[in-house]
């Protein structure tokens, strides 16, 4: 039987096209956070599992790709249960594996510690249109850093690079956690069933506000509760200041010092941003990780009509690994869904590096194929991107391929 040409579902070949803006994009995104401070670091693919499986990462703890123990650990006949078999997971996220660093390495980093992370991620989902099991995901992070300072550059950051890879007209969706469990508290919702209300809450933008309604019903939820909650949401889009109002209705419930927080972060980045977006308080944005406790934030796009990145705050999860809490805030980039946006709308590398074809014509002695390489290799040297390559039979439909690649000088090389 032959083998599989075909690679694992979920997963994909890259052909060179699509690489080549990759590496561009990868590029633009290095150059932008190393501009603002962050610096590069690199963790292993897999975790431990029970780092992974610690509670923290919502729905994706259900997707983790498990690696079973190995040699003489491994003793299927007398397992019991899955931590008899299973030892280490794929990484799921660049949060937990980073924050993991963190703890290992603290004494060695500075602080605030602004970290840029870029590598592959492996969830078992359903695969679909940008969502692959094997992807790559750009995250910068600040650990160290209490105040607000945090949301704002990683914020401007992202959205630079964004405004840099040609994106216009797309929003930053703020909130903050506190907000969420608020407004909850106040409609008179238990809160052991804040996570239940926040599933459905998530779903506003596809059921709208009836759908939720009827959801929450559905659960069991009272009356009173659902219709206190739903009028928060109508409050929100009448009001001229959608923060302000949810502060001086949900007084006694909302600390005071949310609503400045949340407006600093949204007029300092209005004021100084370089990108072509805006800033729009989303009161029902709720992101799935449950180890966010303050200000949490999306990238909507128009084009893809979705979420294209995200992050927030999450000043617990170091406590986790060291037994003392550090603030802590991540901003992460949704890179597999930029480059499918930017293939299908026929984006090109700009300021690409001169693109020279040589070929050679079979029958050329070693003398003068030594003097073709030669030619290349000077070439080279002056910032040009040579190809040599043999010359093929049907030598026009062999240009036609080289120019469509870009190649716009190709040279004949013929036996004397």
Not at 243 to 253: C, E, P, S
Request: charged share 30%.
């Amino acid at each position: 039987m032959a083998l599989s040409k075909k690679p694992v579902n979920g997963m994909k070949d890259i052909l060179p096209e699509e690489m080549q803006i990759r590496d561009y994009v990868q590029q633009v995104i290095k150059e932008t956070y190393r501009s603002f401070g962050f610096t590069p670091i690199e963790t292993p693919c897999m975790e431990n599992i029970a780092n992974l499986s610690n509670k923290q990462g919502g729905e994706n703890e259900k997707l983790i790709f498990k690696v079973m123990k190995r040699g003489e650990k491994l003793k299927i006949a007398e397992a019991k249960e899955e931590a008899d078999l299973v030892d280490f997971g794929m990484r799921y996220d660049l949060t937990v594996p980073l924050v993991r660093f963190y703890a290992n390495n603290a004494n060695d980093l500075p602080s605030p510690f602004k970290a840029l992370q870029m590598g592959s991620v492996w969830r078992a989902d359903r695969p679909q249109r940008g969502r692959y099991r094997q992807f790559m995901q750009c995250d910068i992070d600040i650990i160290g850093e209490p105040s607000n300072l945090a949301e704002i550059e990683l914020i401007l950051a992202t959205t630079t690079t964004i405004g840099r890879l040609g994106f216009k007209n797309f929003e930053i969706r703020i909130n903050e956690r506190r907000i969420l469990k608020a407004m909850a508290a106040y409609s008179g919702f238990p809160e052991e069933e804040f996570d239940t209300v926040f599933i459905i809450l998530d779903k506003m933008d596809k059921i709208g506000l009836d759908g939720v309604a009827e959801e929450l019903a559905k659960e069991g939820y009272a009356k009173e509760s659902i219709d206190k909650y739903l009028a928060l949401f109508e409050g929100v889009s009448k009001a001229q200041n959608g923060i302000k109002y949810l502060a001086d209705t949900l007084q006694g419930f909302l600390e005071p010092e949310v609503e400045q927080n949340l407006q600093e972060i949204i007029d300092s980045v209005e004021a100084a941003k370089t990108a072509d977006f805006k800033m729009v308080f989303d009161p029902t944005l709720v992101r799935g990780m449950s180890y966010y406790t303050g200000t949490i934030f999306e990238i909507a796009m128009p084009e893809l009509g979705a979420a294209c990145g995200g992050g927030g705050r999450y000043d617990k999860m170091v406590g986790k690994f060291t037994g003392n809490d550090v603030p802590a805030c991540g901003f992460s980039i949704g890179f597999e869904r930029i480059i499918l946006l930017l293939m299908e709308s026929g984006f090109t590398v700009p300021m690409q590096r001169p693109k020279v074809a040589y070929l050679i014509e079979k029958g050329c002695t070693s003398e003068q194929v030594s003097k073709v390489i030669a030619r290349a290799q000077e070439e080279r040297v002056a910032g040009k991107q040579v190809l040599v390559v043999r010359m093929n039979k049907n030598k026009k439909f062999q240009k036609e391929k080289l120019t469509a690649e870009g190649y716009k000088d190709i040279v004949e090389f013929y036996k004397d």
